[in-house]
């Protein structure tokens, strides 16, 4: 079996997917989702000026997939959020990630293989005159990888509500191990956030958040190697990394049921890589049981200053990670949102359904089965079933 760094990536980048999907059907009333129809609403109807609400009770279940590149990554997802008196709401998350891994990396260097990731995560935001306070602890476990972190976020509103400040931090550890030999070595992850929301009329509110992450450990994969002079050498990352990165983020109702929104983040760490992203989205109201939202997405990315695909001198760090590599993607996506039953004042049944399919072209990574720079397309498929009461 060989575990890779991009297996991970992708995995922790669907799960981060998931997480935002699933974070998202939580904070329902700032949701580009439900901007078309509610935004303006919410915010004409006089959400300045009122303190912070709970998010809603809720239960969600849903089935997630990911196939592309030979990686197939599917499993169940479930979230139970209640309130717990007038000030304090507790939430308990469950993901699987159920992989069958035949990508280029394994395929190359190794046999495929199959594992299952399991990540916990609970929650409580408590709510203190005009500040939510949110902490939150997660523990996820895979064969070879155990990954734990814990969150603390403060959002606080001002100016009667037109303005919300938020900061935060989170402290995550990583044991790395390998398989046959148990926990290898460690990684350590600090991130800290700071973000600044403004309502700008009645139906348009812009955003900026800013994130800085500092890494120190083991920051590759103890099976992957990369090549000098054509001949396979063990990979040698540097044990430390820093990035930053800032997004700033425009929606609002455009229309009577139509909303927009703009968002453009650019990243760069002492890697030297740097990378933008930008995406457009559409969301409009059909009918009273209709919700439907179109999205695409640009990112684009430079190469890591110790990446080769094949190195032709000798150097302290080298890597083949394809996630270090030069390259691009485009996404193009929709999610659907059909309310099955709706009882005002008691609860509601919602059925979502999102599709996203995502192109990668590298431009310094080789196939070396062909000889071709590599590039392969993935599809992502999500089913959520929501209820609030």
Not at 7 to 20: C, D, I, N, P
Not at 44 to 51: D, F, L, R
Request: glycine fraction near 8%.
């Amino acid at each position: 079996m060989a575990a890779t760094d991009g297996l991970r990536l992708v995995a922790r980048a669907l799960g981060a997917s998931l997480r935002r999907a699933v974070a998202v059907l939580r904070r329902q009333p700032c949701s580009a989702v439900q901007a078309a129809g509610l935004l303006g609403g919410a915010l004409a109807s006089g959400v300045a000026g009122a303190a912070p609400n709970l998010p809603e009770d809720r239960a969600d279940a849903m089935l997630h997939i990911y196939e592309g590149g030979g990686l197939k990554a599917y499993g169940p997802a479930f979230l139970v959020r209640k309130k717990v008196g007038e000030n304090l709401s507790l939430s308990a998350n469950y993901y699987v990630d159920i992989v069958s891994n035949a990508s280029i990396d394994v395929v190359t260097t190794a046999s495929p293989y199959k594992e299952t990731r399991n990540e916990y995560i609970f929650g409580a935001d408590y709510v203190v005159r005009d500040a939510t306070i949110s902490l939150s602890t997660s523990h996820s476990k895979e064969p070879d990888y155990i990954a734990d972190a814990t969150s603390v976020d403060v959002a606080q509103e001002v100016f009667g509500g037109m303005t919300t400040l938020s900061l935060g931090f989170t402290r995550a550890e990583d044991k790395v191990g390998r398989k046959g030999e148990g926990t290898i070595d460690y990684a350590m992850h600090w991130r800290y956030r700071l973000g600044l929301t403004q309502i700008l009329s009645p139906t348009w509110l812009a955003s900026v958040n800013w994130e800085a992450v500092a890494d120190d450990g083991y920051l590759g994969s103890p099976y992957r190697v990369a090549r000098a002079f054509g001949a396979a050498v063990p990979e040698r990352n540097p044990r430390t990394r820093s990035s930053r990165a800032i997004k700033f983020r425009v929606l609002g109702e455009v229309s009577p049921g139509h909303a927009a929104r703009a968002e453009y983040r650019y990243f760069w760490d002492n890697w030297a890589i740097k990378a933008h992203t930008f995406e457009l989205g559409y969301s409009r109201q059909i009918g009273d049981l209709w919700l439907v939202d179109w999205y695409g997405r640009y990112y684009t990315q430079g190469k890591a200053l110790f990446y080769s695909d094949n190195a032709t001198v000798a150097t302290t760090y080298l890597s083949r990670n394809r996630q270090l590599a030069t390259f691009k993607s485009t996404s193009l996506g929709a999610k659907m949102t059909y309310t099955l039953k709706r009882v005002p004042g008691s609860y509601d049944l919602k059925l979502n359904a999102a599709v996203e399919r995502v192109s990668f072209k590298f431009s310094d990574f080789t196939d070396i089965r062909t000889g071709q720079a590599y590039k392969h397309d993935a599809n992502v498929v999500q089913l959520f079933l929501s209820a609030n009461f």
